[in-house]
């Protein structure tokens, strides 16, 4: 396994691991923002702060305020003295459309990411952008 393989393998078990602690049913999803060796940032799905923490509604619907993890993290950043102008996100699953915009404007250069969304327009858009698009298989092995 080559190095870089190994350390993507590693940061996205810690965002599968940071993932746990959302409070949603449907899907818990981990992010963190790599940069120059540290973790800058991190996030996972959720209300905004001082919200209650159920991500969905009584039919099981996500509620539409609810933050993904890459916005989380991103909007994080955004108010700490880091920047993640060229830095490498882990997300457990592939961004949607939204989140892929905010990706481009935050200036990540490298997303990589474990289970495919339903939707694949995001990931599209940020190779339309020239982001390095990286998929891993089994973060655990």
């Not at 080559?2 to 449907?26: G, P, V």
């Not at 949607?96 to 915009?101: I, R």
């Not at 327009?121 to 298989?137: F, S």
Request: glycine fraction near 6%.
């Amino acid at each position: 396994m080559a190095k870089q393989d190994k350390i993507d393998s590693l940061y996205m078990r810690m965002a599968h691991i940071w993932a746990e602690n959302s409070y949603c049913q449907r899907r818990q999803v981990g992010a963190l923002l790599v940069k120059d060796k540290m973790i800058i940032s991190d996030g996972y799905n959720g209300t905004p702060s001082g919200f209650e923490n159920n991500c969905e509604d009584e039919n099981n619907v996500s509620k539409p305020y609810v933050l993904h993890a890459e916005a989380n993290a991103i909007s994080k950043v955004a108010r700490s003295n880091n920047s993640s102008d060229g830095a490498t996100l882990y997300v457990t699953d592939s961004p949607c459309m939204e989140c892929s915009k905010l990706i481009i404007q935050a200036g990540i250069k490298r997303v990589v990411y474990n289970r495919e969304y339903r939707l694949i327009d995001g990931i599209e858009l940020l190779r339309r952008a020239g982001i390095e698009i990286t998929k891993i298989d089994d973060p655990i092995g």
